[in-house]
């Protein structure tokens, strides 16, 4: 059973609009809530987190909004920009079990931005 | 860079071949973790560790062993390997508190024929 999901594998946006990845998860026990971009024959780059706490975190062109009565995360990405391409993986960490690093990831959605 | 090199990077291994895949890190952090990567999958956690011979299971440990013998290695080994094993195979490290992020290896690529 998928705990965290990322129902849509590919998004295709303009050049200078904004980008909507979303997110869903089932379990109400994770407490933080990562985004990662990977670019082919790389290891994942971490983007942006936040915690439960929170209802949204900024750094810069990327947002991120959680909604925990929807289990719901999304990142927006404004102005998208060609080399916002990439793969965007969603993860999710347990509250309790394991360690800080045991990470639920979703499958991943590929976002083409075209110039 | 969190100062992570995996290696190698690209290995071809035959079914029933024993493989090990190294994680190497320079800054002295104390958790490492494997990853796997796999189409339709996401990323799976396999195996980490929380200080120099401390290890523990992930979600998908069968077939796997590691070992850590010293804190800047990290070692995956496939006992003997199987074709459900051919995948991108990721080391992490966590360079600081609780709300910290994982940080990734560049990758190994396994496949087994």
């Known amino acids: 059973d998928q705990q965290v999901k990322q129902n849509s594998p590919s998004l295709s946006v303009q050049e200078g609009r904004i980008s909507i990845l979303n997110c869903d998860y089932t379990?109400?026990?994770?407490?933080?809530f990562l985004w990662y971009k990977k670019y082919p024959a790389e290891g994942p780059t971490f983007l942006i987190s936040?915690?439960?706490?929170?209802d949204k975190n900024e750094d810069g062109r990327f947002t991120v909004f959680l909604n925990k009565s929807a289990k719901h995360l999304s990142l927006h990405i404004v102005p998208s920009q060609p080399g916002d391409s990439a793969v965007y993986f969603c993860?999710?960490?347990?509250?309790?079990?394991?360690?800080?690093?045991?990470?639920?990831f979703g499958k991943g959605t590929k976002l083409s931005v075209k110039p | 860079d969190a100062g992570i090199t995996q290696s190698p990077r690209h290995k071809v291994t035959e079914t029933g071949t024993p493989v090990t895949l190294r994680c190497h890190q320079t800054e002295n952090h104390r958790y490492m973790y494997w990853y796997r990567q796999d189409p339709g999958h996401g990323l799976r956690l396999i195996h980490y560790?929380?200080?120099?011979?401390?290890?523990d299971k992930g979600e998908v440990s069968d077939g796997y062993s590691v070992s850590r013998s010293k804190t800047e290695d990290f070692l995956l080994t496939l006992e003997s390997a199987t074709s459900s094993q051919t995948s991108v195979y990721f080391c992490a490290i966590i360079n600081g508190g609780r709300n910290s992020p994982l940080h990734f290896g560049n990758g190994t690529r396994l496949t087994v024929t």
């Open positions: 936040i915690s439960s706490i929170k």
């Open positions: 379990n109400s026990m994770f407490d933080y």
């Open positions: 993860a999710a960490r347990p509250m309790y079990g394991g360690s800080q690093g045991n990470l639920i």
């Open positions: 560790s929380y200080g120099v011979k401390d290890t």
